[in-house]
């Protein structure tokens, strides 16, 4: 679904935060982008290894080591914060400080946070703390239960005034929350708009219903698991785990005095199969880049750099490389972020906006880790080494279960 865009020139994005298992924060991430360099291991963290089994474990995935909290966030809220909403924090401290927001005005201040049942993990860790004892449960879980304790948090230490909302897209759900907030801000709803995509926070039992239906990939690299993240390879067997979290600051150009944006928002589009399996469709994918094209004004020709949605699905890569050739995007550079940083789910979205944006102000491309043997050689592939590479449009793209596909065109700004 398009629509027709009032001022192509007035929306820019002037901040970003970031936190993966590769590196919090712009500079990190960005060294390790660079470099290739990864986290993937068997997983540790409490409540991700089958009950009786800690703490061995058969899930490979990259966890964040420490994570860096802004001392002006209060120890008696980080006490009752889950994971996600420590990490959301983080993240978001980033993004807010680099574009300047406490200049903004408060009321003119929105924030779309990207992700639904984000808090599984501690979810079930808290029903086997208190199985045999329910009565004895925290009060507070009546708060981080649900979803919008992340926007709770994130409003009550940083003066958001306008809107705060979730947004549930599955594996879509970080791109479609940049997508809502382009929206606010070219409505007038809004100055500024952030969007972020939380940190999923899986237990076992997601890992498992995800291995079974074989979209997670096995234990074949287990021995070697800096080789079991494979986007778009031939050996590649499903998607490989990595927490993450992204923040994209978004506002109307001339609103207030912003610090230099990283890019303009120039065409935005969604789709929706009307299919609750996992399985990609090739007619929505084909819709999305054409629509944001198409709103953008711009040929596929035009496209200088893709950041795929790749997640190492053999039926997904499949789709999508068959999506890109069909629309002409065969001869535009093309990497796959979560070749490093593992699959965010509902964070991938918004963190692959960074990583494209990053790349944009950089002039260099990140390599594809393990891409030895490509499903189609013919593409323009950024394979196991970063590249210098000046361009000036891109296009990322984002899927989720449930038939949601979605894609947003970038104009670096000058």
């Keep these: 679904m398009t629509s027709p865009l009032p001022d192509r020139r007035d929306v820019v994005i002037t901040g970003l935060g970031v936190t993966t298992a590769v590196g919090q924060g712009k500079e990190d991430f960005t060294a390790a982008l660079f470099a290739g360099r990864h986290a993937f291991a068997p997983m540790r963290r409490p409540g991700r290894s089958l009950p009786g089994d800690e703490p061995a474990t058969s899930f490979l995935g990259a966890e964040i080591a420490e994570l860096a909290v802004p001392g002006t966030i209060p120890a008696r809220v980080l006490r009752t914060a889950s994971l996600s909403a420590r990490v959301a924090l983080a993240t978001l401290s980033e993004a807010w400080h680099e574009a300047v927001l406490d200049d ?8 779309v946070v990207g992700g639904s049942n984000v808090q599984q993990r501690e979810l079930t860790q808290a029903h086997a703390r208190h199985a045999d004892h329910p009565e004895f449960v925290r009060p507070t879980y009546g708060l981080t239960f649900m979803d919008s304790d992340l926007c709770g948090l994130c409003t009550e230490l940083f003066p958001v005034r306008g809107f705060a909302h979730t947004l549930g897209g599955a594996s ?3 791109q479609l929350a940049v997508l809502q907030a382009v929206q606010a801000v070219r409505s007038g709803q809004v100055d500024v708009c952030i969007a972020l995509g939380a940190l999923m926070d899986l237990s076992y039992w997601e890992f498992l219903a995800f291995r079974s239906m074989g979209a997670m990939g096995s234990d074949h690299f287990a021995d070697d698991p800096g080789s079991a993240c494979r ?36 065409g935005t589009a969604t789709a929706v199969d009307g299919n609750r399996n996992p399985d990609p469709s090739l007619a929505g994918e084909i819709s999305v880049i054409e ?12 496209i200088e750099y893709v950041n795929p949605h790749g997640t190492g699905s053999v039926i997904g890569d499949d789709t999508e490389l068959r999506a890109l050739a069909e629309c002409g995007l065969g001869n535009a550079r093309i990497n796959a972020t979560k070749s490093i940083t593992g699959h965010g789910l509902t964070a991938a979205g918004a963190v692959e906006v960074v990583a494209t944006l990053l790349q944009m102000r950089e002039q260099r491309l990140h ?13 323009g592939w950024v394979r196991q080494e970063s590249l210098p590479y000046a361009f000036e449009t891109a296009i990322s793209l984002s899927m989720g279960f449930g038939g949601l596909s979605s894609a947003i065109c970038l104009r670096k700004w000058r």
């Design 291 to 302: 629509g944001a094209l198409a709103q953008a004004g711009l040929s596929a020709g035009d």
């Design 172 to 174: 879509a759900s970080g």
């Design 231 to 266: 986007p778009f390879d031939r050996q590649r067997d499903g998607f490989v785990f990595g927490e993450a979290c992204g923040a994209v600051v978004v506002e109307r150009e001339g609103a207030r005095r912003h610090p230099e944006p990283y890019a303009r928002v120039i």
């Design 367 to 379: 390599p594809t880790r393990n891409l030895v043997d490509p499903v189609n050689p013919s593409f």
């Design 104 to 111: 903004a005005d408060p009321h003119r201040i929105g924030l």
